[in-house]
């Protein structure tokens, strides 16, 4: 499976997935800002700087040979930037992940965003996605149910392991 560089946008009735890049992180550290949403996902809120060298490491990608792809989109809603999905992939499978800015939770965007991004890479022959999720965090648990991904009973680093596909 050959995964083209991270240069598509994708898109859906309401939401643009763009990808990723370090001119989104001025307006990413706002939309990311509330300490809350760290509650699950840990860390606290990172600074536009901070967002800036993250990002440019996530462009730059894994280290050669390691087998592993980066995918990152930024989502837009009604022109503002209001979270981000993630997939990390070695073929066939993908290890994906969502976060939508506080203000925007409860529309459903998390489901919408993360499930175009499964569907783009179900598209291009990945078979089966992962995800692992605070037992705690209903909101990401009804995410990846929608999703199609199950609770497991592995455990990483604290959080459940949720898988479909092979």
């Given at each position: 499976?050959?995964?083209?560089?991270?240069?598509?946008?994708?898109?859906?009735?309401?939401?643009?997935?763009?990808?990723?890049?370090?001119?989104?992180?001025?307006?990413?550290?706002?939309?990311?800002?509330d300490?809350g949403?760290?509650?699950?996902?840990?860390?606290?809120?990172?600074?536009?700087?901070?967002?800036?060298?993250?990002y440019?490491?996530?462009?730059?990608?894994p280290?050669?040979?390691?087998?592993?792809?980066?995918?990152?989109?930024?989502?837009?809603?009604?022109?503002?930037?209001?979270?981000?999905?993630?997939?990390?992939?070695?073929?066939?499978?993908?290890?994906?992940?969502?976060?939508?800015?506080?203000?925007?939770q409860?529309?459903?965007?998390?489901?919408?965003?993360?499930?175009?991004?499964?569907?783009?890479?179900?598209?291009?022959?990945?078979?089966?996605?992962?995800?692992?999720?605070?037992?705690?965090?209903?909101?990401?648990?009804?995410?990846?149910?929608?999703?199609?991904?199950?609770?497991?009973?592995?455990?990483?680093?604290?959080?459940?392991?949720?898988r479909?596909?092979?």
């Amino acid at each position: 499976m050959d995964l083209p560089a991270n240069t598509e946008e994708i898109t859906t009735a309401r939401l643009t997935l763009e990808p990723l890049a370090v001119e989104h992180a001025e307006e990413m550290a706002a939309a990311l800002a509330d300490p809350g949403l760290h509650t699950f996902i840990g860390g606290s809120p990172a600074t536009a700087g901070q967002l800036r060298d993250r990002y440019a490491r996530m462009i730059a990608g894994p280290s050669p040979g390691s087998g592993e792809q980066w995918l990152n989109w930024v989502i837009r809603l009604e022109g503002a930037l209001v979270g981000y999905v993630q997939a990390t992939v070695v073929p066939p499978r993908a290890t994906v992940a969502w976060v939508v800015g506080t203000p925007w939770q409860g529309r459903g965007i998390a489901t919408e965003a993360a499930g175009a991004m499964v569907a783009w890479l179900a598209g291009r022959g990945v078979t089966g996605f992962e995800a692992t999720i605070h037992p705690e965090h209903a909101a990401s648990c009804a995410v990846a149910r929608r999703i199609g991904l199950a609770p497991t009973e592995e455990w990483e680093e604290g959080e459940v392991v949720w898988r479909s596909g092979q």
